[in-house]
């Protein structure tokens, strides 16, 4: 018997007299107990002035190092996670969506985190907005962490990808969290948080963990606190509605099941090789974790021609899933969490079959390998088939969370936008289809319903990563009975937990609190070229201003010669003069580019390892021969990337002899420390 605790407050707790048992999905033996009473505003309390500030005094970057450094300690564990889960009916296969991507999430959070956020406390939003002439007040607009708790409420589904996608870009945010899953397969979940707080990666009060109920949790919740929900819409309805949460505006993000479909394209027929990749999608979303995915399809979208073909080859390919006990190498598809689960299928199944025909698949008659039929919560997948879509209702509002879909035939593309969209929200709609055509139509029409589409065709096949499989760097979500939220999402996610400000003062303000260079700040003399000191040495604002270069006439036409960039502006004065943009034959902007290195660029062997990039590059104002120019020269950005070195961003400013900007543009170093 498996004691499933709460971690509360830097304790754990193990379950009360009322835990409620948990059995095994496989045998029905209740192999599990949890709940219990918890001080939940001790919890809070440690969350708020513990956990928080303890990872706000943390950079992204070393954030991001966090969430590595527990994604390689989980994967050293996993088989313990593997095994535990079978409990659950998910096979080893499921293991890869759930155990393996979720630790995949963790490390893609913490990828981004050093690739895209700053080594620093605040991430700056756009660019400064100037408000004046003279430049000395602007507006910022920044992202900082909230200085509450964001809770997580997770579905039983999936007990570690569930917790680790909310849990990923939380805590690169610099937010602690309180995880609830599901109790159903809470026993799984506690595991993985025990390996996280063994492993002494996180900060204290950075993650808590309730299993059973979370009382009048909620009702305590604060305006920095946030929500983030999985399950039904219908809970996610009564959660929402939660009068503390409405007066406080605490924000609320939703994640809720939906009636996703696949559209089969018009342009497909039977021997084409886009039949063959919708029949395995439909077949593999079916059967994926028994059908108990958020993403799973519900709904198949076939042409009025091909949806007896559809039906055939589904049939023949669902006929050799093996069902029976997970941990069978053999078995293919594996029980329903548990046997109230397979109760609640049967009872939606009953109301799909009020407007439509069961064609593959009988509830009363199939095998299970190594298991018990009647003690285990399984069920076969099953087809059903409803040939009047327009007049139906219950096929587009019902969902039977398992290993259940339904075909309907549509007339025309159009027609089959709309009976997606009749699902009034979902996660995931998928097209196979080969034409461009029928691509754009469908996104035109449907994209505003649906929070992803997934378009897979031959060219893509090879590494499509599947209708049902949310990807950490895209939004996971949808509008509607979808829930209306959006999870993952790369740095987007992380943004749902942090709070943009706008913020207004002098430029010497604004490059203090965001550690960006910001133009019009006091210039810092560098106490010697900028390129002889490490990365370490160089502060954000060192300037140098060079010395200035006159462009000569044959500076323009040997450049124009030895490149090959002939343009009539840099070599023909009539037709110069003709084009409104320049007085006469002018200087190649990369010639002045090449100028402008020759100009502060250290010959010397140094810290400076490489150049590595360019961004925002502008010219402004044409440069003829006889003019003269300059470059000031300031640390921008600079940000850690290895041990052995890191990046430094220049704001670079090309001017005239009459101090007018020639060109701006940023430049990428990689200096050593």
């Not at 999905?25 to 009473?37: D, F, L, Q």
């Not at 890191?646 to 670079?652: D, L, P, S």
Request: proline share 6%; aromatic share 6%; glycine share 10%.
């Amino acid at each position: 018997m498996i004691d499933v605790a709460s971690f509360a407050a830097g304790k754990w707790i193990q379950p009360g007299d009322e835990a409620r048992p948990i059995a095994s999905a496989v045998t029905g033996k209740v192999i599990a107990r949890a709940g219990g009473a918890l001080d939940v505003q001790a919890m809070l309390d440690h969350a708020r002035l513990v956990g928080g500030p303890a990872l706000r005094e943390m950079g992204f970057h070393e954030r991001a190092s966090m969430l590595k450094k527990l994604a390689l300690h989980l994967t050293e564990h996993k088989q313990a996670l593997y095994d535990l889960s079978f409990n659950t009916g998910a096979t080893q296969a499921d293991h890869a969506y759930d155990i393996d991507g979720g630790i995949g999430t963790l490390f893609v959070f913490a990828s981004k985190g050093k690739r895209e956020l700053p080594d620093g406390h605040v991430l700056v939003d756009g660019e400064v907005e100037q408000f004046g002439k003279t430049g000395v007040f602007l507006g910022q607009h920044i992202y900082t962490p909230l200085q509450g708790v964001a809770v997580h409420i997770n579905a039983f589904n999936f007990p570690i990808w569930g917790m680790l996608e909310k849990l990923a870009p939380t805590l690169l945010a610099g937010v602690p969290a309180i995880v609830k899953p599901a109790t159903a397969t809470s026993y799984v979940t506690e595991l993985a948080v025990r390996l996280m707080i063994d492993s002494g990666v996180l900060p204290e009060g950075a993650l808590q963990f309730i299993a059973g109920g979370t009382g009048d949790l909620l009702d305590r919740l604060t305006p920095q606190d946030m929500v983030s929900f999985t399950g039904s819409a219908e809970t996610a309805l009564k959660l929402r509605s939660n009068p503390r949460l409405l007066r406080n505006a605490t924000r609320f993000t939703a994640e809720a099941d939906s009636l996703n479909a696949s559209i089969l394209g018009p342009d497909v027929t039977p021997d084409a090789p886009e039949f063959d990749l919708f029949i395995k999608e439909v077949a593999r979303e079916m059967t994926t974790k028994a059908g108990q995915k958020c993403t799973a399809i519900r709904r198949i979208l076939a042409p009025e021609a091909r949806v007896a073909d559809v039906i055939a080859a589904l049939e023949a390919r669902l006929s050799k899933t093996v069902i029976g006990d997970p941990a069978d190498p053999a078995t293919r598809m594996g029980a329903l969490v548990s046997t109230d689960q397979r109760a609640d299928v049967l009872e939606k199944v009953a109301i799909l079959s009020s407007e439509a025909k069961r064609v593959i698949g009988d509830p009363d008659r199939f095998d299970v390998h190594n298991a018990d039929k009647d003690k285990g919560a399984f069920l076969p997948p099953m087809l059903f088939h409803c040939a009047d879509p327009d007049a139906a209702t219950k096929v587009h509002e019902t969902e039977a969370f398992g290993p259940v879909s339904t075909i309907m035939p549509y007339r025309d593309t159009a027609h089959a936008v709309a009976l997606a969209n009749r699902g009034q929200g979902s996660l995931a709609l998928s097209l196979i289809t080969h034409d461009t055509k029928v691509a754009r139509e469908v996104i035109m029409g449907a994209a505003a319903w649906h929070g992803r589409v997934y378009i897979n065709d031959r060219v893509s096949a090879k590494e499509s990563t599947g209708h049902g499989s949310p990807m950490p760097h895209l939004i996971h979500g949808g509008p509607g009975r979808a829930g209306g939220g959006e999870e993952m999402g790369g740095v987007r996610g992380v943004k749902h937990f942090m709070q943009r400000t706008a913020v207004q003062g002098s430029p010497d303000m604004l490059q203090a609190i965001t550690g960006v260079y910001v133009p019009g700040s006091t210039p810092k003399p560098a106490p010697a070229h900028p390129f002889t000191r490490t990365f370490t040495q160089i502060e954000i604002g060192e300037t140098i201003i060079t010395e200035p270069r006159v462009v000569t006439m044959d500076d323009i036409e040997h450049f124009a010669h030895f490149t090959g960039d002939t343009f009539y502006a840099h070599m023909d004065a009539d037709a110069a003069k003709r084009n409104p943009f320049f007085p006469d034959r002018v200087a190649h902007g990369y010639l002045l580019l090449s100028f402008a290195a020759g100009l502060f660029v250290e010959p010397n062997e140094g810290p400076v390892l490489a150049n590595t990039g360019l961004d925002n590059l502008r010219f402004m104002k044409p440069v003829v021969a006889g003019a003269a120019i300059h470059v000031v020269l300031t640390v921008k950005r600079k940000t850690r990337r290895t041990g052995e070195y890191g990046e430094v961003r220049w704001h670079v400013t090309i001017l005239d002899e009459a101090d007018e900007k020639v060109a701006e543009y940023e430049l990428l170093t990689m200096n050593a420390y």
